[in-house]
């Protein structure tokens, strides 16, 4: 099998991420093609949309939830993801299992849950909020009447883990605010969940939007666990490579893997993307710059830089008295390409995020966070 370097790997997954070259697609069309976009964060996936597409306006997003064309719902990995609706009805049968998982080994609630007829609480949990769309909070405290020894905010996960559920506008809607309110997504949606798909499709679809990818990669996406026995059986529809530590790669064989040595653009990421989370071996992005910044495990999620396809820095925003201000935290010194780069793709990120206000865009010195440069837009 031929073996693909790292930086193959790299330039093949940021074509099919739609980051090697933005795509000239409708918002939905890109939802579908990435399978969604993790957003358990209210807005900051909007980011994760612009830096992909060639015709972007935040609004047009927005209406797609607005008009139940896509959802905010627990998927791969028990995280909120923006899908397209017909995706929410198709993927969560197929990572139920994960979710199922997650609710009884969840350290907070699983062990509230023990001993207790799930089924009897998602079967209220669905009665309550067919009735009336409510918050975990509030649904929690109505199944604790019923269940008043148990955990009201555990009785809620519960349902949300086990019961498809969407978070719905305002909550997710850019320019908007609301707290999250949850429905069913059959009765959101109006249709029923879809069984008759097999996972092999999922599987294919990951492909596209990810690969080339180990076994362990697509478990680390979605969550789930023994899918070797899923490509065992794709094999004959698959191509196969190996990386440079001799682990096997599958791959659709019609999909881009580009030349290693195109050029990449740079691209601001939103703290979520799913081009950092989706993969057991994050190499083909993650620099070891980026580990040796000794983020907080359990700290603040860094939104961060891509340079030549890879990790180089990480970006916050501010805005104050007029000014939005955008800042580049570099892992390393800046080459004036580089710094002129990522300029003008800054320049457009504050286009979207503050449109109406003066830019400014401020680079810090490596190791020194303390000193910056700026560069006034308008």
């Not at 290693?260 to 950092?276: G, I, K, M």
């Not at 830019?359 to 560069?375: K, L, M, P, Q, Y």
């Amino acid at each position: 099998m031929p073996t693909l370097t790292r930086r193959a790997l790299n330039r093949a997954t940021l074509d099919r991420q739609l980051l090697l070259r933005r795509a000239d697609l409708t918002p939905l069309q890109a939802i579908e093609h990435l399978v969604g976009l993790q957003a358990q964060t209210p807005h900051t996936w909007y980011v994760g949309l612009w830096s992909r597409l060639t015709e972007y306006r935040p609004e047009e997003v927005a209406a797609l939830l607005t008009q139940r064309r896509a959802v905010r719902i627990a998927l791969m990995r028990s995280t909120i993801h923006l899908v397209s609706t017909a995706d929410a009805l198709a993927l969560r049968p197929h990572v139920q299992p994960a979710l199922d998982r997650d609710l009884f080994a969840n350290h907070t609630h699983g062990r509230s849950m023990r001993d207790l007829d799930t089924g009897e609480v998602v079967a209220a949990g669905r009665e309550l909020l067919d009735e009336k769309p409510c918050t975990p909070s509030e649904l929690g405290r109505l199944l604790a009447q019923r269940w008043p020894d148990r955990n009201p905010a555990s009785l809620a996960y519960a349902v949300r883990n086990l019961l498809p559920v969407v978070q719905t506008p305002p909550r997710g809607v850019w320019g908007a605010g609301g707290r999250p309110i949850h429905a069913p997504l059959e009765s959101w949606a109006g249709a029923p969940l879809r069984t008759d798909e097999p996972i092999d499709t999922m599987i294919v679809r990951y492909l596209a939007a990810f690969g080339p990818a180990t076994v362990r990669d697509v478990q680390t996406w979605c969550g789930l666990t023994r899918l070797a026995e899923v490509f065992d059986r794709l094999r004959p529809r698959l191509a196969t490579f190996h990386d440079e530590n001799g682990a096997e790669l599958f791959d659709l064989p019609d999909a881009p893997r580009p030349d290693p040595h195109v050029s990449a653009p740079a691209r601001f990421l939103y703290d979520f993307d799913n081009l950092l989370l989706s993969h057991h071996d994050r190499s083909r992005v993650i620099t070891d710059s980026f580990r040796q910044q000794n983020f907080a495990p359990h700290g603040p999620v860094p939104r961060l830089v891509l340079l030549d396809g890879f990790t180089a820095a990480t970006w916050t925003f501010a805005t104050a008295h007029g000014t939005a201000t955008l800042t580049v935290h570099p892992f390393a010194p800046l080459s004036a390409p580089d710094r002129e780069a990522l300029t003008v793709e800054g320049g457009g990120l504050l286009d979207v995020l503050a449109p109406d206000a003066s830019h400014e865009i401020r680079f810090t010195v490596s190791g020194r966070r303390d000193r910056h440069e700026a560069h006034q837009l308008h």
